[in-house]
């Protein structure tokens, strides 16, 4: 009751924003640790799918590696690289890239320190040369190309996400419900607003949709997860592209916002007549009903990581060279269509030769060797044309001018 | 030096004129004094100067967003990153509102707590039953969130909100609060979460101000012939009154700034301002808490700044209004002093 309440609120509030942002980010990080068990029984029927239809192509990450590169392999430490390397982006790999860079770690005594501070952060990290690499689930824009402080930047694939539409509809658990890309954009639009419309009902003969009113959830943090779903309702519906657009935050037409993957997951589990959209992992971890989306060839196809890499492949022959490209919607009778690839970005041309030998080691062991744990922690490993797409990537890194790779 | 001769020299006034100020002398000189009171100056201009330089920042940072937009930053509750519009209406809405909303519930339940700790409570159960509510101050933001989210908003969908929306949505006024589907979160789950975590606030420092309450004045009035409830209304209340508003400002304060638990229970959703507590809102510092991260484009970052600073005035007007409240109060209680 002093004069100085003015500062301890706003101190308060401080401490509170800052706690908050930690909280959320040792909550996303104790599911991601979650995730590990409880996605491992899933996982080996996903990767045994994945070999029959991407042919030997994804399946063993060691062997898709044209005969050129073939010999190349990370297998121990490097004389002259950097011991550390630190790293901040994208939340969506963080599960993955701790795997990585812990085994990575045991292999080459590297040591590298990823934050998972957000796609938005890990864009700003590289672009302020405050991180040796950042990561980020949707690619940069031209702008903030431009705004870079250490000249070009690289966009390497490192594994691919799919997102799919969860909801939850009481005595309808176990049915798998079918939509197309123009009533999930109608739905998250507001302009369907019962689970018995006409439009769904189409798509889903035989079942027996209830006259109750839909309740649309969506992130209310920024995220990739955002950014592929919102690309993928722009891709399909020309109403949600003008009113609405892509990004990692939009401005929801309705809805209730959920933070963080597992805010939606949970918040779609606990209310009835409720859809959402998640990553993969996250449903499956939660046991969600998820629904099958119709793709480009007509199909309706459950999303499983078989697809997603699928959809990858599918778009490798027409990507531009930089690999900053949306894989929505791709053409594939099996393919996927919420699919998406995660990147880390790097500087093509870094100042420091041991670190850019260390970060090329690592990201080509991330392409090759490291693809082998992407099934397990629910990402699909890339298809082989786009390792190889990466490998040019990699190559043409150059630390203080001389080429940086090794090739060992 | 003897203890004798300094109890000497303590006894005796004389020899402090004759040798000067010994104390001071022996340890620096009298530069000490000096050196002391400016060290206290500073402290005491630091602190508000860390308030000028955090304003100052904010503003300078937010600069971008509120020169393209002006007064439409305030006043539009058009909140959208992929057409670079900014309107912060909706947040700054949700903010006063849930607070409100919080302050309402929690002043008569915490006044009512401190009450019962302090007049009606037989003495083994003051310490304990005070203790449990203050408890409540110590837990972190995020448990509450975590219990709004898998408790709290279940109950208020499936049974709180339906109660309200029949018992009192069909009343004129009152009754457009409670309208619309219940989704369990929303602004009305946001307040209620709210008015349970200002309460140990609210409820310590009341308690404080009414044990502060002369004994006199409360046995005078029973003595009287008053009942209980008549000593609380017209001897006890009246002069706490004053301490009572600080402690509902304290927690007021607290409301504001509130992230965590709030961001989880309110539904996030910046579309409309409908009237209705039972639609999804969004708060500043949920919005901020939400959509830093990943806030990549300058004028997005800029906005998003720009409700930081927006928060830091909302809080400063609230403060400065709820000053001014105790003025008033306090003045009351001056005359009502000398008419008693």
């Known amino acids: ?408 | 030096m003897t203890t004798r001769d300094v109890e000497n020299e303590i006894a005796s006034p004389a020899s402090w004129t004759v040798q000067g100020p010994p104390i001071f002398a022996r340890r620096g000189g009298v530069g000490a004094d000096d050196v002391f009171k400016w060290l206290v100056y500073i402290t005491a201009f630091a602190v508000p100067a860390v308030l000028v330089a955090l304003f100052i920042l904010l503003v300078i940072d937010a600069w971008p967003a509120l020169e393209r937009f002006g007064l439409g930053f305030v006043t539009s509750s058009n909140w959208d990153n992929v057409k670079e519009q900014f309107g912060s209406l909706p947040y700054i809405y949700g903010t006063v509102v849930t607070s409100l909303l919080a302050l309402l519930i929690a002043t008569p339940v915490g006044v009512g707590a401190a009450l019962f700790v302090t007049e009606y409570a037989p003495r083994p159960l003051r310490v304990p039953v005070s203790f449990t509510i203050e408890l409540l101050a110590a837990i972190p933001s995020i448990i509450f969130g975590l219990w709004g989210f898998f408790v709290l908003t279940p109950i208020m969908r499936s049974t709180v909100e339906p109660f309200m929306k029949s018992a009192v949505g069909p009343l004129p006024v009152i009754g457009s609060l409670f309208q619309g589907p219940s989704v369990g979160k929303d602004l009305f789950t946001g307040g209620v979460i709210l008015s349970i975590m200002i309460l140990p606030t609210i409820v310590s420092i009341s308690r404080e101000v009414l044990l502060a309450v002369p004994t006199m004045q409360r046995e005078g009035m029973l003595a009287l012939g008053a009942t209980r409830w008549e000593a609380i209304r017209e001897a006890i209340i009246p002069y706490a009154r004053v301490g009572i508003a600080g402690a509902a400002i304290l927690g007021l304060a607290r409301a504001l700034g509130e992230t965590m638990a709030v961001t989880m229970v309110i539904g996030n959703s910046s579309r409309k301002i409908t009237g209705s507590l039972l639609t999804p809102g969004y708060t500043m510092a949920s919005a901020i808490a939400n959509q830093f991260t990943e806030a990549d484009n300058p004028l997005y970052f800029s906005a998003i700044v720009g409700v930081a600073a927006l928060l830091l005035v909302v809080s400063a007007i609230v403060n400065v209004a709820a000053r001014l409240m105790i003025w008033q109060i306090s003045r009351g209680v001056a005359k009502g002093g000398t008419r008693g």
């Open chain 1, 1 to 408: 009751m002093t004069t100085d309440r003015p500062e301890t609120t706003s101190r308060r509030s401080m401490v509170a924003r800052l706690s908050a942002t930690f909280a959320g980010a040792a909550f996303l990080a104790a599911c991601g640790a979650e995730a590990e068990p409880a996605k491992a029984p899933a996982a080996p029927t996903a990767a045994a799918k994945a070999e029959p239809t991407k042919a030997p192509a994804a399946a063993p990450p060691t062997a898709p590696a044209p005969a050129a590169t073939g010999a190349v392999a990370i297998t121990g430490p490097f004389e002259g690289e950097a011991k550390t390397l630190t790293g901040a982006g994208a939340t969506f790999p963080a599960a993955l890239y701790s795997k990585y860079f812990n085994e990575y770690n045991k292999l080459t005594k590297v040591e590298v320190n990823y934050q998972s501070i957000g796609s938005g952060g890990g864009i700003k990290a590289i672009s302020d040369q405050t991180a040796d690499f950042g990561a980020t689930d949707s690619p940069m824009t031209d702008a903030q190309l431009k705004e870079a402080k250490g000249g070009e930047i690289l966009h390497i694939p490192m594994a691919l996400g799919a997102v799919v539409a969860t909801y939850n509809i009481p005595g309808l658990e176990t049915t798998k419900l079918k939509f197309t890309g123009e009533t999930l954009a109608a739905i998250f639009l507001g302009t369907i607003t019962k689970w018995n419309d006409p439009k769904i009902a189409a798509d889903n003969a035989g079942v027996k949709l209830p006259a109750e009113d839909i309740v649309s959830i969506h992130r209310s943090d920024g995220s990739g997860t955002s950014f592929v779903f919102t690309d993928y309702l722009s891709a399909v519906s020309a109403e949600w592209k003008t009113k609405v657009g892509a990004s990692t935050t939009v401005n929801w037409p309705g809805g209730v916002g959920g933070k963080g993957n597992e805010g939606v997951a949970g918040e779609v589990k606990q209310t009835p007549f409720s859809i959402g959209y998640v990553e993969l992992i996250y449903a499956v971890q939660n046991k969600l009903g998820v629904g099958l989306i119709k793709n480009k060839a007509g199909q309706f196809v459950e999303p499983n990581l078989a697809g997603v890499t699928g959809a990858a492949a599918a778009a490798a022959g027409k990507v531009a060279p930089d690999l900053r490209v949306s894989i929505v919607d791709q053409d594939g009778a099996a393919t996927y269509p919420i699919s998406s690839f995660t990147w880390i970005l790097a500087y093509k041309q870094m100042t420091d030769a041991a670190k850019a030998t260390a970060l090329t080691r690592l990201l080509w062991w991330g392409t090759h060797e490291a693809q082998k744990f992407n099934g397990d922690l629910g990402y699909a490993p890339l298809p082989a044309e786009i390792v190889t797409k990466g490998e040019a990537m990699i190559k043409s890194i150059t630390g203080a001018g001389k080429p940086a790779f090794p090739g060992k």
